[in-house]
């Protein structure tokens, strides 16, 4: 074999080798990094890496604080939970609407548009479900198209339609305050706010103190309402 075969072959070698103890030390890298993130106790945005277990009634304690939990909750599930709530009423009240009607008759050939002209429906222009979902939906939102109404004929359908109009105004007025709320929450002004990579213990005026810098990216560097609060862990 030549010299150059053989200065090849060691060459070979060794690159496949620094290759193998480079994947080595980057897995164990990524470990040690998966490692840390699970033992941060807090992390960078603030949020508490702490996990809660064997409480008893942990839902429904929080269920009975509903508000403050839609708040942490995030955009998506509060966003998926309003259009449930709105979809579900319109279905609601529209399947009421819809038994209303059919009970009184207005569903019945003779009594339909097209005949019966001396017939007063208790909804006018509402001849199936799709017009009971759709007077539903105009009713709560107060839309008002003109076609569509209710007669005096059944006061059912009356007090039904109230009681539609109070529920869609509380479930607006609490969608409202929720986003307002969510909205108003700065969760990703520590974005902008850095932190020094060390910190360290140096005695300062005859006591050891914990240094450490503080900056804020943004051009007014002003922080309404800062508080810094600091968490040691210690083995016992």
């Not at 807090?42 to 403050?68: E, H, Q």
């Not at 307002?180 to 005859?206: D, E």
């Not at 103190?209 to 922080?223: A, E, P, S, T």
């Amino acid at each position: 074999m030549s010299l150059l075969r053989r200065t090849q072959i060691k060459a070979s070698l060794l690159r496949s080798l620094n290759g193998v103890e480079e994947n080595v030390y980057q897995a164990v890298d990524e470990k040690t990094k998966t490692m840390n993130k699970k033992k941060r106790i807090v992390r960078k945005d603030g949020m508490m890496n702490i996990s809660f277990k064997n409480i008893s009634k942990k839902k429904r304690r929080f269920f009975s604080d509903l508000y403050t939990t839609l708040l942490d909750a995030s955009w998506t599930f509060s966003v998926i939970m309003f259009s449930t709530s709105f979809y579900g009423s319109w279905f609601i009240f529209g399947a009421i609407y819809f038994m209303i009607c059919y009970l009184h008759g207005d569903f019945m050939e003779e009594n339909l548009i097209s005949g019966g002209k001396d017939w007063i429906p208790c909804i006018l222009q509402v001849d199936g479900f799709a017009s009971s979902f759709l007077f539903s939906l105009e009713t709560q939102h107060t839309i008002g198209y003109g076609s569509r109404q209710t007669t005096t004929e059944c006061p059912l359908a009356m007090l039904v339609v109230s009681i539609q109009a109070v529920i869609g105004c509380i479930i607006q007025a609490f969608m409202v305050g929720l986003i307002f709320s969510k909205l108003s929450r700065p969760r990703n002004r520590s974005r902008t706010i850095i932190f020094s990579n060390q910190a360290v213990v140096t005695q300062r005026n005859g006591k050891l103190c914990l240094i450490m810098r503080i900056g804020d990216l943004r051009d007014d560097n002003f922080v309404l309402g800062t508080k810094v609060s600091l968490r040691m862990i210690r083995r016992k």
